[in-house]
């Protein structure tokens, strides 16, 4: 049986991470559930997320950067 599909209302919405989103109450909880959600989704999905963070600057090498000083 082929994966559940996501619908259109739960692609990763780059904007979560704009300084004004994060800065709002509960905004970086809300940028990291979204970026979690994305990773179990699978390959199509994740490949979509990086190509969006990639548009931002350096936000990608941050998100690495922390994962790998977490996993440490």
């Known amino acids: 049986m082929p994966p559940d599909r996501y619908s259109s209302q739960d692609a990763f ?29 699978g390959d199509p999905e994740i490949v979509e997320i990086v190509t969006a963070l990639n548009s931002r600057p350096h936000i990608l090498e941050y998100i690495i950067s922390g994962t790998l000083r977490a996993s440490s």
Do not use: K
């Open 13 to 41: 919405d780059v904007n979560t991470l704009d300084p004004q989103a994060l800065d709002a109450p509960d905004g970086l909880a809300t940028a990291l559930s979204a970026i979690e959600a994305v990773c179990h989704r």
